[in-house]
């Protein structure tokens, strides 16, 4: 319930059952659901109304104690002002849906198990926020500060959080993630173990010091991704997800696991991954491999070997990438 309190000056001569009984009032208010079959004069009435009832509840939180605590807040459809002060607040299992929160300031604030899919949270400021199991499908979170944000568990599938900060100790173990982007984020020191990025695009993301131990990379994309001193040992891969890798700095302690089931037969996998005419464009699996750092030497040789083996059984015409073989296979430490 919201533990509104009024300032001490202003409480004298009021009535304690009447203010107790509009604090139910605005909760039965912001608690309501308004059926999606309702007119849309019905909608625009209640929304006016949950947008009246919170704008006063802030006005009074943010006066006497500092924070709303209003779990199972329930808003559709509805633009917040741009830079609203929710820091604090209690919003758990609230349901915001198709809800514009640009800019709005939730650090520290409790939105575990709240369901945000198909949000505008561009710039939202959630900092130190828990978010611990919440629905961030299709949620747009472009520019977003989540630095130590608690995502665990949290769902982003389809969510784009491309310029996000998600550095300093953001927890995102065992989040899903299918077809998320983080263009260009900040994912420093991020724990991503295990982690299964399903066509996930990474491109142009710094993931310096992240932990991709056993992470399923097999169809992540890398391109122009920073993994200087992020950790890869046990990783999934595939030519596909390697083929744009850069592999400079990273730490690989044990083996990648390289995963050559669906073999060479997909339309252009040859040219894709092999052709030297693609190194221009940053891809190439012998590209990838070659950018291990000396230090994985053995295990350089194994990826390669494990590549020419795959190609001599297959069927297909391998006169478009030959030069690029025997140009790597004639080089240091494959000779």
């Not at 991503?192 to 695009?201: C, G, R």
Request: with cysteine; proline share 3%; glycine share 4%.
């Amino acid at each position: 319930m919201f533990r509104a309190m009024t300032h001490p000056s202003d409480r004298a001569g009021a009535d304690p059952a009447l203010a107790e009984g509009a604090k139910t009032t605005a909760r039965m208010i912001l608690s309501r659901t308004v059926p999606d079959a309702s007119s849309k004069p019905h909608k625009a009435k209640w929304q006016k109304a949950k947008w009246w009832v919170l704008k006063n509840l802030m006005a009074a939180s943010n006066r006497h104690i500092g924070a709303l605590d209003l779990p199972h807040l329930i808003m559709s459809d509805m633009t917040l002002p741009r830079r609203l002060n929710l820091t604090g607040a209690n919003l758990r299992k609230s349901e915001f849906n198709r809800v514009t929160m640009t800019a709005v300031l939730l650090c520290q604030s409790d939105l575990s198990h709240a369901n945000l899919t198909s949000c505008n949270m561009r710039r939202a400021k959630l900092r130190h926020a828990t978010l611990y199991r919440a629905r961030l499908d299709k949620v747009l979170l472009r520019r977003a500060d989540l630095q130590y944000a608690d995502l665990n568990q949290a769902q982003l599938n389809h969510a784009v959080l491309d310029f996000a900060k998600l550095h300093n100790e953001c927890q995102l173990q065992n989040a899903n993630f299918k077809l998320t982007s983080f263009y260009r984020a900040k994912l420093r020191h991020v724990d991503l173990s295990d982690a299964y990025l399903k066509k996930v695009d990474l491109s142009g993301a710094c993931l310096r010091y992240a932990n991709l131990r056993n992470a399923d990379l097999r169809t992540t994309h890398f391109r122009g991704t920073c993994l200087r001193n992020a950790n890869l040992s046990g990783a999934h891969i595939s030519p596909g997800g390697m083929c744009n890798m850069n592999f400079q700095g990273a730490i690989i302690e044990g083996d990648l696991k390289l995963d050559l089931s669906a073999g060479w037969s997909q339309k252009n996998a040859l040219d894709n991954y092999l052709n030297p005419s693609n190194y221009a464009k940053g891809g190439g699996v012998l590209q990838a491999i070659d950018s291990i750092s000396t230090v994985y030497q053995p295990l350089k040789i194994t990826l390669m070997r494990q590549i020419m083996v795959s190609l001599q059984q297959t069927d297909l015409s391998l006169a478009t990438v030959a030069p690029a073989r025997l140009d790597k296979l004639s080089s240091a430490p494959y000779l």
